[in-house]
T-cell receptor
Framework: GAVVSQHPSRVICKSGTSVKIECRSL??????MFWYRQFPKQSLMLMAT?????????EQGVEKDKFLINHASLTLSTLTVTSAHPEDSSFYIC??????????????FGPGTRLTVL | DAKTTQPPSMDCAEGRAANLPCNHS???????VYWYRQIHSQGPQYIIHGLKNNETNEMASLIITEDRKSSTLILPHATLRDTAVYYCNLTPGATNKLIFGTGTLLAVQP
């Protein structure tokens, strides 16, 4: 099946610094990737839709200047948390659709990145 | 966006069938029902999806009522490794976005 990887799996940073998280589709090309955030004991919240070669589409309430998304190739999307603060500490998960699958719109998820801001 | 309602938690004995319900009474005609599960601290895993017909794959079966207002995910022989949060989601229209509900924590007991 389709595999999506994320790097790093875990990161700890100081308040005020920026952190970049990579999401890669390993065996398929993904024109669309999605970024989610998940706080402890809560469900996943969609942050934005990342489109290859164009600007990301952000969900209501998500600051596009704080969460920078770049989808420069068909296999890589990056999320940069700028000027991170403790309240940005969360589990960040990406997913990708494989347009080659005829079955439907199932998304394949990465393993997630645990961000802790001190 | 259409919403789903699931019980917050369920228990199931190992080896027995686990039946997880989901209500989606405001589902639109072109929306699919998707089921994912998330084992603690991992990314969600796709299980199955359907539009109006019942579906079965190697992991589970999906039963959708005729009026499409509810569905049931069936794990035929639950194992301890099936302990996870199970999410019933809908895909709204042509956006391909998944809007996650609150999910059901299934605890498989030995």
């Amino acid at each position: 099946g389709a595999v999506v990887s994320q790097h790093p799996s875990r990161v700890i940073c100081k308040s005020g610094t920026s952190v970049k998280i990579e999401c890669r589709s390993l065996d398929f090309q993904a024109t669309t990737m999605f970024w989610y955030r998940q706080f402890p004991k809560q469900s996943l919240m969609l942050m934005a839709t990342s489109n290859e070669g164009s600007k990301a589409t952000y969900e209501q309430g998500v600051e596009k200047d704080k969460f920078l998304i770049n989808h420069a190739s068909l296999t890589l999307s990056t999320l940069t948390v700028t000027s991170a603060h403790p309240e940005d500490s969360s589990f960040y998960i990406c997913s990708a659709r494989d347009p080659g699958l005829a079955a439907g719109n199932e998304q394949f998820f990465g393993p997630g990145t645990r961000l802790t801001v001190l | 966006d259409a919403k789903t309602t699931q019980p917050p938690s369920m228990d199931c004995a190992e080896g027995r069938a686990a039946n997880l319900p989901c209500n989606h009474s405001t589902i639109s005609g072109n929306e699919y029902v998707y089921w994912y599960r998330q084992i603690h601290s991992q990314g969600p895993q796709y299980i199955i999806h359907g539009l109006k017909n019942n579906e079965t794959n190697e992991m589970a079966s999906l039963i959708i009522t005729e009026d499409r207002k509810s569905s049931t995910l069936i794990l035929p022989h639950a194992t301890l490794r099936d302990t996870a949060v199970y999410y019933c989601n809908l895909t709204p229209g042509a956006t391909n976005k998944l809007i996650f509900g609150t999910g059901t924590l299934l605890a498989v007991q030995p």
